[in-house]
């Protein structure tokens, strides 16, 4: 049973009557990452894109991470473009609830990045996580070069030859190949925005705490980030 919140339509009207909705503001947002207006500001900066179950999840994780200087919520690997929640929960569009986080490798390596998405989330359930079932919350690393996929290979076979986690990982690898939208901006930053609400309460807030206390090392917080 989910217990996930969904935000009333009343919300998505407001920002109509505004003349601003979700989906344009998401455009635009892919508009400046596929021309490279962002990126333009630190070119030194790159991006893993990583889905491991519910993005709210994932994106707590990350934005405590030193080095990381950036996290956006979104859907990736699906075959309509530009899906609103709902048609991804549908689980009809083919998409994965994923994070973009952009990182500064001088600060933080992309195998290190993985090593934390990895201790974070259970790479061994097929196509849900925990209580969250469908195939838009599958284990994937979707990634942006050559040198990214091999990386990524290279962790899973370390991680299977050591049996961290006794049973074997189905987390898929496959390039990004520009299939990537951002989420709705209620999706964005959701958990320090609502840290009282259920799922944030009872999911999102235990798997914070054990991410502090193994990677305290790793926490903005430790480093004056």
Same mark, same amino acid.
Request: include cysteine; hydrophobic fraction near 30%; charged fraction near 25%.
């Given at each position: ?29 892919? &508009?400046?990452? &596929? ?47 530009? =899906? ?5 929960? @549908? ?6 609830? *994923? ?5 500064? =490798? ?25 209580? @969250? ?43 990004? @190949?520009?299939?990537?939208? =951002? ?19 009872? *999911? ?14 790793? &926490? ?6």
């Amino acid at each position: 049973m989910r217990v996930r919140y969904l935000p009333q339509r009343p919300l998505r009207t407001e920002r109509v009557r505004n003349g601003e909705t979700d989906r344009t503001s998401r455009r635009a947002c892919r &508009l400046r990452s &596929l021309t490279g207006v962002d990126s333009m500001a630190n070119e030194m900066l790159e991006t893993a894109t990583l889905g491991g179950g519910c993005f709210w999840c994932t994106e707590a994780v990350f934005l405590d991470v030193d080095g990381v200087t950036a996290v956006q919520s979104g859907y990736a690997g699906g075959h309509t473009r530009n =899906p609103g929640y709902r048609d991804v929960c @549908d689980g009809d569009t083919g998409h994965a609830e *994923v994070v973009n986080v952009t990182f500064d =490798p001088s600060r933080i390596g992309y195998r290190e990045i993985l090593e934390i998405f990895f201790a974070t989330h259970d790479p061994t359930q097929l196509n849900r996580q925990g209580n @969250d079932v469908g195939t838009q919350y599958r284990s994937v690393v979707f990634t942006h070069s050559d040198a990214q996929r091999d990386t990524a290979l290279d962790v899973i076979r370390e991680l299977e030859r050591e049996q961290v986690f006794g049973q074997p990982i189905v987390t898929e690898v496959v390039p990004l @190949d520009g299939n990537y939208w =951002p989420a709705e901006d209620y999706h964005q930053n959701y958990y320090a925005r609502n840290p009282g609400q259920g799922y944030c309460a009872v *999911v999102i807030g235990p798997k914070l705490a054990k991410f502090r206390q193994k990677f305290a090392h790793r &926490l903005k917080s430790q480093r004056g980030a």
